[in-house]
T-cell receptor, first 115, second 113 residues
């Protein structure tokens, strides 16, 4: 149980284009989904928190107009990196939480490379 | 907000020995403490967690202990095997009533055969 999928697993895009990443909870309904960014050999950095049917809340320093989040249903959240630049290249990981107990289950991550 | 510190940052052990990773947290209201294992290029996987109403929890070769007074919790891996080699992250709630987690800096564990 508690399976989270994420697509695509890898994406290469040109500077200035936008990229959409999908996060799905496959066998549970996620009241909350989270988007993280992870640099090589570093810890997980929370970017934003997404609740179904409401606006995402962004961490300090994360541009909401650059990282658009949509949480359309209790099983799907999307992150769109708009006008991507090489410095946006990173490993993006989503997680989903089934309730208020605190547990988070992670997707497999998306490696974004912006050329 | 919560501040989580994790030590050591790297840990090398001989196969069969035990490994211990310790985390400290700052918010005394925190009540949920998960541990994640992340292999290279893979997702973090929840391996064990503990809530503040218990002091210890065990699952086969892994155990977590919690000292609420001192505000620290530890991951113990016994009889380590090469497949235990990974980066381990501890976490604590960003705030008592929320689902956000603050992660420790990670411990890179290498189990030498």
């Amino acid at each position: 149980g508690a399976v989270v999928s994420q697509h695509p697993s890898r994406v290469i895009c040109k500077s200035g284009t936008s990229v959409k990443i999908e996060c799905r909870s496959l066998d549970f309904q996620a009241t909350t989904m989270f988007w993280y960014r992870q640099f090589p050999k570093k810890s997980l950095m929370l970017m934003a928190t997404s609740n179904e049917g409401s606006k995402a809340t962004y961490e300090q320093g994360v541009e909401k107009d650059k990282f658009l989040i949509n949480h359309a249903s209790l099983t799907l959240s999307t992150l769109t990196v708009t006008s991507a630049h090489p410095e946006d290249s990173s490993f993006y990981i989503c997680s989903a939480s089934p309730g208020t107990g605190g547990e988070q289950y992670f997707g497999p991550g998306t490696r974004l490379t912006v050329t | 907000g919560e501040n989580v510190e994790q030590h050591p940052s790297t840990l090398s052990v001989q196969e069969g020995d035990s490994a211990v990773i310790k985390c400290t947290y700052s918010d005394s209201a925190s009540n949920y403490f998960p541990w994640y294992k992340q292999e290279l290029g893979k997702r973090p996987q929840l391996i064990i967690d503990i809530r503040s109403n218990v002091g210890e929890k065990k699952d086969q070769r892994i155990a977590v202990t919690l000292n609420k007074t001192a505000k620290h919790f530890s991951l113990h891996i016994t009889e380590t095997q090469p497949e235990d080699s990974a980066v381990y992250f501890c976490a604590a709630p960003r705030q008592a009533a929320g689902n956000k987690l603050t992660f420790g800096g990670g411990t890179r564990v290498l189990v030498k055969p």
